[in-house]
């Protein structure tokens, strides 16, 4: 099913989010065991990530392509522009367009670490909305776009973050699937926001189960989301346990959802499950959206 209509059944919609793996023996457990066993809580959608460089972007549109036909599921494909052509990029989306991919996460990208300042390919494209332009020349796709509940560290303020997001949705994304968040309180501001902006397209919000305290704090540092004291506590008291982390990541993550559930409606959960089953899992369970019986 296209974005557009995705999120329109009332109930809310699942997706997962997965990377490239490294190795062949990771691509075969991905494969195996971690997208039958979530294909089991029925996905509306799932989604493969855009490396910022190298052999991994390739992969990337064969694993997509493997998600749809082989494990039969909804496909989204994550494509920036960072270091490539505007002739590269035409062609990924030419390429996606050839597998029967429509469903589309525009991104601009990250700059590479040792120079943390964007700057275009020469010949490439500017920003994630020429991305969303170029992408709807073809006439083909339905993008996604990222939201940011606590403000894109490049952004000047959130006026402005939301004045971008206003017009990355006004380029053509008809869904907003956010970063990650460990306080709740950040997204309903941001919702507020959002809504005040006029902006009325779905907004998904990802929500990553924590699996070891030194992981999140590199990722919350990468993206600029903040580890709230109490969360932080429970990190320290658990820091060489990665069990018991996960554990509480697991609590964490269900509290989370189901405040958003409740409170905010959403319309779906994206779930960035670092190709690992184990954790979504126990928190769709723990919210009561178990596999369907087998028959
Ligand atoms: C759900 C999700 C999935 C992701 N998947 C990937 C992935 O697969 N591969 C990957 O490399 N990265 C991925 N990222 C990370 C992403 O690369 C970073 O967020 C990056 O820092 C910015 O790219 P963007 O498209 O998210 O943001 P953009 O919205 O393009 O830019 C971020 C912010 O910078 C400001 N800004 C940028 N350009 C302009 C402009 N021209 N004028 C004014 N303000 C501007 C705005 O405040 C904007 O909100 C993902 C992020 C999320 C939330």
Known sequence: MRLEQLYRSGKPEISFE????????????LFGDTIPRLKKFQPALVSMTYGAGGTTRELTLELCDRLKRQADLETMCHLNIVGQSRTQIRENLQRLKELGIYNLLALR???????????????GLTSSVELIEEARRLNWFSI????????????????ADIAYLKRKVGAGGCVIVTQLFLDNAFFFEFMEEVKRAGITAPVIPGILPILSAPQIRRFAA?????????????????????????????????????????????PGLHFYCLNRP?????????LGLSPAPQK
């Open 144 to 159: 996604a776009v990222t939201g940011f509940p606590e403000v894109h560290p490049e952004a000047k303020d959130r006026a």
């Open 222 to 266: 990468l993206c600029g989301s903040t580890i709230p004291p109490a969360v932080e506590k429970n990190l320290a008291k658990y820091e060489e346990d990665d069990a018991a982390t996960a554990q509480y990541g697991v609590e964490l993550a269900t509290r989370q959802c189901e405040e958003l559930l409740k409170k905010a409606r959403v």
């Open 278 to 286: 184990e954790a979504a899992e126990a928190i769709l369970k723990n």
């Open 18 to 29: 997965f990377f490239p793996p490294k190795t062949a023996e990771g691509t075969e457990k």
């Open 109 to 123: 990208g990250d700059p590479p670490r040792d120079d943390p300042n964007f700057k275009p390919h020469p010949e």
